[in-house]
């Protein structure tokens, strides 16, 4: 139990949550709820993992997960732009369909080990004491193109034509569309997006963060988090960072707990019989609850909600929003 | 590219024809089948050979039809949750995590244990046991229901992250409290606590030895026959389609949104719950890891494939029933996962059919 440790790991698996947040922020932003982020982090998992191996270098492989994750959303783009489906349900959809996939395609992949994305420390910053340990020293790259990642979208979403035109659609889209921004393209667009964020957070997993492919333990839920987060965060990229953060830490910290034989000058119970360890991997879960709980409570005081256009199809020329 | 014709989408003024959303749910799943088809070709296998042994494996002979038939009961009434629950546009995606608990809390009757297991009548045992699993099921509803009444929190999120807890608890006490010698198993329920199987009358009729269903399947259609009237014959049942449809006009008619809301998802839950009963007492006659291999999940599919139609739903399940026992056996393992994904989606794009005419047009005469 090492605080140093604890934020140092956090970092590193917040930043899978990170990707797929934004992503998934950024398609809600548009109007388009995409519940498929488990799916397209599995498929993106798979396709880096084993591009990664085909062609012995981590970064195509990287770039091959973000384009599977791209493409599987397209499919949820086209059933709930064009054909107007159920956006919960075609999400759904797009959850078995990305697991089933790289189910399918992944057989065999488990204990290969194909080249990782690198791990670094950055010259100067890692020399302050306790932030560079924590921050800077002996992480992936991935953990510093996040850090670099969460502001930029921040900004691009709030402080950028292109984002107002993003935030235009998913609150009115009639609105948008009379001001001539293309209503269609823009979500297919941002729908891509966050397919992209979320097969870049999947290989996070199988090239970086744990390295290997385990099937459906790869993910292990991890993209529903992310879609939760979204939820928490109120739509606000930089907040969906921080929680992503502090979900790492958090689920760190509670791994943790098992470790030591004494805690607070007690017999650790968790130490003492390790089925209690149930318990604490149901915590990462129960946590997502009470965030949503209190984060609902939040938006609602504030009256801050979802964007008002989130899952309704736009159909030009008809009454709606 | 000058083609002649032009695709033109013409939204429907009229209601569609009675058969058309069977035509089209039939089609998608043929259409599905073939893509799944191509995909298989396309990494290397055969699927015509995978077809064939699909049919033998699952309905080829009458042991198999009933493996098929066990496997399609718990998909009844998980099918039965989700439709109730999506007939309100409540997305409880939780029926996985419910039918865990519906499971745990009906064993508990035998591993408390909550009733003499040697002098109780059997009958006894077994209404307290559904008993026992729908209230854990509805326990598991509640929970997301009544946050979202109250807190207005998104039910999707909640239920699936309940799903994860669901089983972690499972797994807590059949690996500590109830493990068997340390395996992460329950001992077997003693005979009392079990469904009566066809091949408990392999003594009188010889045909019966070896089929092994139970008298879950039934619970399953009644369950079904009892849904189909709260929804077209009930008061209630019109209030909650009336709240499905339009929240709006629903609210402005003074109905009790919250109420519905939260008994919609514990009957929901309670429907998921007595499938994980059925299934711990008509299958595996214990509690164990994976007792499911994704009932919840496949309960959503069967639901919408059925149109939230209730006896649809038998039917369906009986597909997706024989999906699942082909899928053990077929290789690669994750095919009838995918081939389930494609489903879900060819139905979900075919209801634009449901909504608009698709005409071809010449490109001259539009001129």
């Known amino acids: 139990m090492n605080i140093e440790i604890i934020l140092h790991a956090g970092l590193a698996t917040g930043t899978i949550l990170l990707f797929a947040a934004i992503g998934e922020v950024f398609a809600e932003r548009s109007g388009i709820l995409n519940l498929g982020v488990e799916g397209m982090m599995l498929l993106g998992a798979m396709a880096g993992f084993s591009t990664s191996l085909a062609t012995n270098n981590a970064w195509v492989g990287l770039i091959v997960a973000m384009l599977a994750g791209g ?162 965060a109120q739509w606000n990229p930089m907040r969906a960072a921080f929680g992503g953060y502090l979900f790492g830490m958090l689920r760190r910290f509670i791994l943790d707990l098992q470790g030591p034989a004494m805690l607070f000058g007690f017999a650790n119970p968790l130490y003492v019989n390790s089925n209690y360890g149930f318990f604490l991997q149901m915590m990462p879960f129960v946590l997502t609850i009470i965030a949503l709980v209190w984060g609902s409570r939040a938006a609602t005081k504030k009256r801050l909600g979802a964007p008002a256009a989130l899952g309704v199809p736009y159909i030009r020329g008809e009454r709606g929003l | 590219m000058n083609l002649p014709y032009t695709v033109i989408f013409e939204k429907r003024t009229a209601d569609y024809p009675k058969w058309l959303p069977a035509v089209t749910s039939l089609v998608s799943v043929l259409v599905a089948f073939i893509i799944s088809g191509i995909v298989l070709k396309i990494i290397g296998g055969d699927p015509l050979r995978v077809l064939k042994f699909f049919f033998t494996a699952t309905f080829g002979s009458w042991p198999v039809f009933s493996d098929t038939m066990v496997k399609a009961t718990p998909l009844i009434m998980v099918g039965l949750a989700c439709a109730v629950a999506f007939k309100m546009k409540l997305w409880n995606i939780g029926a996985e995590g419910q039918f865990y608990m519906g499971a745990f809390f009906s064993s508990l009757v035998v591993l408390v244990p909550m009733v003499n297991l040697e002098t109780t009548p059997k009958f006894i045992v077994i209404t307290l046991m559904i008993i026992m699993g729908m209230i854990g099921g509805a326990i598991w509803g509640f929970i997301p229901g009544y946050l979202k009444a109250k807190y207005q929190v998104n039910e999707i999120i909640i239920t699936l992250m309940l799903n994860y807890v669901a089983l972690y608890w499972n797994n807590f006490w059949i690996f500590d409290k109830w493990s068997d010698a340390g395996f992460q198993m329950t001992p077997q329920f003693e005979k009392i606590a079990w469904l009566p199987r066809l091949s408990d009358l392999a003594k009188e009729y010889r045909q019966f030895s070896g089929i092994t269903l139970h008298l879950g399947v039934v619970f399953g259609i009644i369950a079904a026959i009892i849904i189909w009237w709260i929804l077209e014959r009930s008061h209630w049942g019109y209030e909650i389609k009336l709240i499905g449809d339009n929240p709006q006009a629903a609210r402005y008619a003074g109905l009790n949104i919250t109420r519905n809301l939260v008994l919609v998802m514990m009957l929901s839950g309670a429907l998921a719950g007595l499938a994980g009963m059925s299934e711990i007492s008509g299958v595996v006659h214990r509690l164990q890891e994976k007792i499911s291999p994704g009932y919840g999940f496949t309960g959503i599919i069967v639901a919408w494939l059925a149109k939230l139609s209730p006896f649809a739903v038998i039917i369906v399940s009986i597909l997706f029933g024989a999906l699942i026992v082909a899928g053990r056996e077929i290789q690669p393992s994750g095919l009838s996962n995918l081939l389930q994904g494609i489903i879900l989606f060819m139905v979900i794009s075919s209801d634009v059919l449901l909504r608009y005419k698709i005409r071809l047009v010449r490109l001259e005469q539009e001129a």
């Open chain 1, 71 to 232: 493409i599987l959303s397209l499919a949820h783009g086209l059933v709930t732009i064009h054909f107007q489906a159920d956006q919960v349900v075609s999400g759904l959809s797009l959850t078995f369909l990305g697991t089933g996939l790289a189910l399918v395609l992944g057989e065999g992949l488990t204990g290969q080990h194909p080249p990782t994305i690198p791990i670094v420390d950055i010259p100067l910053l890692s020399q302050i004491p306790f932030l560079g340990p924590v921050f800077f020293s002996e992480h992936s790259l991935l953990v510093y193109v996040g850090y670099l990642f969460a502001p930029l979208a921040w900004y691009y979403v709030y402080k950028t034509r292109p984002g107002m035109h993003l935030r235009a659609v998913g609150e009115k889209p009639s609105a948008a569309d009379t001001l001539g921004i293309s209503v269609y393209g823009v979500r297919y667009f941002y729908t891509f997006v966050g397919g992209m964020l979320a097969g870049l957070a999947g290989a996070t997993i199988s090239l970086s963060v744990s390295p290997g492919w385990y099937s459906t333990q790869t993910t292990s839920g991890q993209g529903w988090i992310a879609v939760g987060l979204v939820i928490f």
